[in-house]
């Protein structure tokens, strides 16, 4: 049987939401790099994964590392995958990472993404909102 870590990258190759439903605990955390506090909960995050399966282009994971770090939300030590990846948004290449920590059940209690230039975060930044922003999940800056 496929680790979550294995049927998360599943999910992601073939854009199935349905999939990620069933990896996310309810009260996921997803840190990521352009906003300081993180989204919360699996309906938020199931609509942020929407987005970004439209954002990235050529998203592609280029390795896999299991092993154990430190969470977040309550600093204990937790089963955890890093998939490094490749993508493209707005012209911009990005080199990132995803850090994945499981729940006791298995299923992905905290998600983080580092991404690197800065030129690419920037990017990356501005198109998830504007998708946040489509799609309702979030006001338009500024109201």
Known sequence: ???????????????D???LDELFTDD????????????EGKPM???LFG???????DFRYIGHY???????????EAPSAVLPFRATVNGKHIHGIDLLHFAEDG???EFTVMVRPQSAVH???????????ADGLVPAPGR
């Open 28 to 39: 996921i955390r997803f840190y990521s790099p352009v906003k300081f506090t993180p989204f």
């Open 107 to 109: 299923r992905i209690k």
């Open 1 to 15: 049987m496929a680790t979550a870590a294995e049927r998360f990258r599943i999910a992601v190759d073939t854009r």
């Open 51 to 57: 987005v970004l399966l439209r954002v990235f282009e």
């Open 17 to 19: 939401l349905t999939a």
């Open 66 to 76: 299991d092993g154990a770090a430190e969470t977040g939300a309550d600093g204990v």
């Open 123 to 133: 990017a990356l930044g501005e198109a998830v909102l504007a998708g946040l922003v």
């Open 45 to 47: 995050l199931l609509g």
